[in-house]
T-cell receptor
Framework: KQEVTQIPAALSVPEGENLVLNCSFTDSAIYNLQWFRQDPGKGLTSLLLIQSSQREQTSGRLNASLDKSSGRSTLYIAASQPGDSATYLCAVGQTDSWGKLQFGAGTQVVVTP | EPEVTQTPSHQVTQMGQEVILRCVPISNHLYFYWYRQILGQKVEFLVSFYNNEISEKSEIFDDQFSVERPDGSNFTLKIRSTKLEDSAMYFC?????????????FGQGTRLTVV
């Protein structure tokens, strides 16, 4: 059974610092991994999708890497801003499913001015 | 930009009552999903729907739950007889044609409170 873990559970950094968020998964039979942002009491906003054949994906200040064989993904957010404060979730799509996503518990990020 | 729309944003219901949560997925998407998030817990998969039928469901999705796409645009989740433990945020999601290289887009959620 797939288990998705995100470490740390919470993170506080001063504005301008780079953020590094980790996601690990136990079953490498995935076809993609997706990173989301969730603001308190709100929905999930998709940030990046990495297909299993890719090693990296970039969007603006965001960069996500994927090492499928070791079951790890890392989300880097460069030059953090207070507006980056949110919970970041990773989710993996299993090869034996119809697009079902298995979520981690998230990393709660606070960027202080 | 196209988005997934969910209504209502918040619903309060008495235990034992039926509720219907509504979603309008992005128009050219083919795969539809319901997830839920109990306060303080992980987002959990409930059900996937493709080609007008359920393609996969979790253990949570028992006989009290049903889904429907009645008119080609709406996608609904019905809970027949709500329990206190059904209180959660319910998210609808949709994906475009292929599973591998398309993102899942989520709605803003419906907060269901069972009293």
């Amino acid at each position: 059974k797939q288990e998705v873990t995100q470490i740390p559970a919470a993170l506080s950094v001063p504005e301008g610092e780079n953020l590094v968020l980790n996601c690990s998964f136990t079953d490498s039979a995935i076809y993609n991994l997706q990173w989301f942002r969730q603001d308190p009491g709100k929905g999930l906003t998709s940030l990046l999708l990495i297909q299993s054949s890719q090693r990296e994906q970039t969007s603006g200040r965001l960069n996500a890497s994927l090492d499928k064989s070791s079951g790890r993904s890392t989300l880097y957010i460069a030059a953090s801003q207070p507006g980056d404060s949110a919970t970041y979730l990773c989710a993996v799509g299993q090869t034996d499913s119809w697009g079902k996503l298995q979520f981690g518990a998230g990393t709660q990020v606070v960027v202080t001015p | 930009e196209p988005e997934v729309t969910q209504t209502p944003s918040h619903q309060v219901t008495q235990m034992g009552q039926e509720v219907i949560l509504r979603c309008v997925p992005i128009s050219n998407h083919l795969y539809f999903y319901w997830y839920r998030q109990i306060l303080g817990q992980k987002v959990e998969f409930l059900v996937s729907f493709y080609n007008n039928e359920i393609s996969e469901k979790s253990e949570i999705f028992d006989d009290q739950f049903s889904v429907e796409r009645p008119d080609g645009s709406n996608f609904t989740l019905k809970i027949r007889s709500t329990k206190l433990e059904d209180s959660a945020m319910y998210f609808c999601a949709s994906k475009q044609g292929t599973l591998v290289n398309t993102e899942a887009f989520f709605g803003q959620g419906t907060r269901l409170t069972v009293v």
